[in-house]
């Protein structure tokens, strides 16, 4: 069963793909990334986004200073602590992931299409049933791993698969990248 799942989510891969490649010539796989954990995690600092992105600190810092001057992040003093900085997205950024989550919805939207409501409900259900297994999954994993910095010492991965929320008739992909 992997197998044939593995070889039936190539075309969806491919239009997650393409849709990156389409609207984000003015950022790096990487930036992308680090823009929208910044998304997920306003306010995050330095230290958690190389984390979260498994990189070392220098090498984020330097990411970080790439984004900024594309105008994709800004920094701001820790409201704790001032020598803390804390990471936001611009407007701009807020645009990039807006026109890539509109191209994929457009083409998903334009293959959903050539399904049958039958075919749409049938993948709409496993989607989700998939999503809750691969959380639950990575809940009891983390579970055994020490608390990470997230959100008031909970383990959690802050980089994790897009959820997907579909309407029975209309399939629409909400909050992903």
């Known amino acids: 069963m992997a197998v044939e799942l593995d070889e039936a989510a190539g075309a969806l891969l491919t239009v997650w793909e393409a849709a990156r490649e389409r609207t984000t010539s003015r950022v790096s796989g990487a930036q992308l990334r680090a823009v929208m954990l910044v998304e997920q995690h306003d306010g ?3 230290r958690r986004l190389a984390t979260g992105l498994d990189m070392l600190l220098s090498s984020a810092s330097r990411l970080c200073d790439r984004l900024v001057a594309a105008g994709m992040l800004e920094r701001e003093p820790g409201r704790l602590d001032r020598r803390e900085i804390s ?3 611009t407007p701009e950024a807020h645009r990039l992931l807006a026109e890539l989550r509109d191209d994929r919805r457009q083409q998903l939207s334009a293959i959903l299409a050539d399904m049958t409501a039958e075919g749409r409900q049938a993948l709409l259900r496993g ?3 998939f999503d809750e297994a691969a959380r ?3 809940a009891s994993v983390e579970s ?4 990470g910095p997230w959100s008031g010492g909970r383990a959690e991965h802050p980089v994790g698969p897009p959820r997907q929320e579909w309407q029975a008739d209309e399939p ?3 909050r992903t990248a």
Not at 144 to 147: G, I
Request: hydrophobic share 45%.
């Open 144 to 147: 055994v791993e020490p608390a």
């Open 87 to 89: 990471l936001h997205l």
């Open 136 to 138: 639950r999954r990575n």
């Open 172 to 174: 629409r992909v909400a």
């Open 44 to 46: 995050i600092n330095l």
């Open 127 to 129: 989607m989700r049933e």
